[in-house]
């Protein structure tokens, strides 16, 4: 799931989607937080844009919708 692990940003751990590799700027950091959340950031606003932060239940019921295809591309 990740190319290297950071840690900033609240001390988080952060992995780079491996599905990032690509140079079209359409990249995420998934992250863990010490409480067990799952924070979601843009790498192109690394350390300074907004943070999302997902239960674990919301973040796999988000990963199964995107496996499912519910999401177009290109959004």
């Not at 799931?1 to 001390?11: S, Y």
């Not at 599905?19 to 937080?33: K, L, M, Q």
């Not at 606003?45 to 496996?67: I, N, S």
Request: charged share 20%; glycine share 14%; proline share 7%.
């Amino acid at each position: 799931m990740h190319d290297g692990i950071t840690l900033d940003q609240g001390g988080y751990c952060w992995a780079k989607s491996s599905y990032s590799a690509g140079e079209n700027g359409n990249c995420i950091e998934v992250g863990r937080t010490p409480a067990g959340a799952i924070p979601v950031r843009d790498t192109k606003q690394h350390r300074r844009g907004p943070v999302l932060e997902f239960t674990p239940v919301a973040f796999q019921g988000f990963l199964d919708a995107v496996k499912a295809g519910e999401f177009p591309e290109g959004l």
